[in-house]
C-alpha cells in the first residue's frame, strides 16, 4: 500500500521548490482544472471536462512544462535540469529538483517505458500510461521514486482516472474486493465513498455553463449569477441569460405542439435556499429534508441554470403529463437535461424530479438524456 502522506509531501515540496526557484515567470501555465471548459455546444462529445471538475484535456501542441503542474502548485515554471544532471534523490531538495524535468518529449518516454517494463501490465495500458506520464510528469517522478503501486498504475491507465484519487480508489477496493479497476474509478468518481456533505468542495468556476453543483460540490456562498427574467409568458423568475434564452425557446416550441411549459422556481440566492431548508427543516427530520431540497450552497437552483417546470410537487404526477413527454423528447435540443432521475437517488441524492432541468448546452444534454445518465455520471466517465 502506497503512502499518500509521503506523495502530499513530494507535491507540496514541488510547490515550495516552484515557487522559491522562478526564473521564467513569463510562462504562466494554466494549471489543470483552472481552465476554460468547453462550449456547450462544441462538437467534441466526450473528451471535454467542464470546468471545475478535474484536469483539463491535454494536448499534444502544449508544451511539457506547462502540462505538469497541479493546481494547488504556484503556477510559475522554473527552467528545468538537465537529465544527466539527475542524481538519486538525496533528500528533498534534491526531490524538487528531479520533478522539474526539462527533458524532451522524447527523454520523457524512455523514462516512463522503463519505469513501466516488467510491471506486467498490458500493451494497452502501457500505451495509455506512457502518454500519461510524459504528460503528468509529477506521476512520473513518483513512479521513479517508488511512490506509485502496480495497482495505482492500473488505475492511471484508466483515462477517466484521476491521480488525485488515487488513495481513495486503493480505499474503496479495498472494501469492495470485487469491483473492477474501472468500476473502482467510477464509483469513486461519483464521490460513492463519501457521505452527502461529508466532503464539500467549493467549486471553483461558477460562472462556467457546465458546473457541477451537488451535494459534494457547493457554490460560494457570495455567488450571484447574471441573471435574466423569463418573461411574460414563461413562467416566474430568472435564469442565466443562456438558459433563459434556451428555455424560451424551448417553450415556444412546446407551444406549438400545444404543450405549455412554464418556470415555476428557477433562480434563487443563497439566502432563498437558506430559507427554504430551514423552513422544511421546521417540519421534518434533517434526513427527510435532504432528500428533496438542498442545502444553501448545493442547489443547483443557485446557478441560475436549473428551474422547475409547470410543478415542483410529487403529487401533481408530472411524469404522467403530455409536458413531461416532451420534454423527455425534446429538452436536450435547447440544451436541458433532466437531473434528478428515477432510480439515481444514490448518485444525485434526490429522490425523482421529473420537473426539474439543467441547462448543461446541447451537446452534454444530448448524451445524458439518451443514455439515461445523470449529470455526476456523465463526468464520472470524462477522460482527463
Ligand atoms: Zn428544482
Aim: hydrophobic letters at 35%; glycine letters at 6%; proline letters at 6%.
Amino acid at each position: 500500500m502506497h503512502n499518500f502522506a509521503i506523495k502530499r509531501g513530494i507535491w507540496g515540496l514541488m510547490a515550495a521548490g516552484l515557487c522559491l526557484l522562478t526564473l521564467a515567470p513569463s510562462m504562466a501555465a494554466i494549471p489543470k482544472g483552472y481552465g476554460l471548459g468547453p462550449e456547450p455546444d462544441s462538437a467534441a462529445r466526450m473528451d471535454p471536462i467542464p470546468k471545475g471538475y478535474g484536469f483539463r484535456p491535454s494536448t499534444e501542441e502544449t508544451p511539457v512544462t506547462e502540462r505538469f503542474l497541479r493546481p494547488e502548485v504556484c503556477p510559475e515554471i522554473q527552467p528545468l535540469p538537465q537529465l544527466e544532471e539527475e542524481a538519486p534523490a538525496a533528500g528533498p531538495a534534491e526531490t524538487t529538483d528531479t520533478v522539474l524535468v526539462s527533458a524532451t518529449e522524447q527523454q520523457l518516454k524512455e523514462r516512463a517505458a522503463s519505469q513501466l517494463r516488467g510491471r506486467g501490465l498490458t500493451k494497452e495500458q502501457n500505451e495509455v500510461l506512457s502518454l500519461r506520464l510524459v504528460s503528468e510528469t509529477t506521476l512520473l517522478v513518483l513512479l521513479e521514486e517508488g511512490e506509485l503501486t502496480t495497482a495505482d498504475l492500473i488505475y492511471l491507465a484508466l483515462p477517466n482516472s484521476r491521480a488525485a484519487l488515487l488513495d481513495r480508489y486503493n480505499a474503496w477496493a479495498a472494501d469492495h474486493p470485487a469491483d473492477a479497476p474501472a468500476e473502482v474509478v467510477r464509483q469513486v468518481n461519483l464521490d460513492r465513498d463519501v457521505s452527502f456533505y461529508e466532503n464539500i468542495q467549493i467549486v471553483t468556476d461558477p460562472d462556467s455553463l457546465t458546473v457541477l453543483v451537488n451535494k459534494n460540490h457547493a457554490l460560494p456562498s457570495d455567488y450571484v449569477p447574471q441573471l435574466e427574467t423569463l418573461g411574460s409568458g414563461y413562467g416566474s423568475g430568472s435564469l442565466r441569460p443562456e438558459a433563459a434564452q434556451a428555455f424560451r425557446a424551448m417553450a415556444d416550441a412546446a407551444r406549438k405542439d400545444g404543450v405549455s411549459l412554464r418556470g415555476v422556481s428557477a433562480y434563487r440566492s443563497f439566502q432563498t435556499q437558506r430559507s427554504v431548508y430551514n423552513r422544511y427543516l421546521y417540519y421534518n427530520s434533517q434526513a427527510v429534508v435532504d432528500t428533496f431540497s438542498a442545502r444553501p450552497g448545493s442547489s443547483e437552483h443557485q446557478t441560475g441554470l436549473a428551474l422547475d417546470i409547470n410543478t415542483a410537487n410529487v403529487q401533481a404526477h408530472f411524469e404522467t403529463t403530455p409536458a413531461y413527454d416532451w420534454l423527455q423528447k425534446h429538452c436536450a435540443e435547447y440544451g436541458f437535461m433532466l437531473r434528478y432521475l428515477q432510480g439515481k437517488e444514490d448518485i444525485t441524492g434526490y429522490r425523482f424530479e421529473p420537473w426539474h432541468y439543467r441547462y448543461v448546452g446541447t451537446e452534454i444534454a444530448k448524451t445524458c438524456m439518451e443514455r439515461g445518465i445523470t449529470y455526476e455520471e456523465y463526468l464520472a466517465l470524462q477522460s482527463n
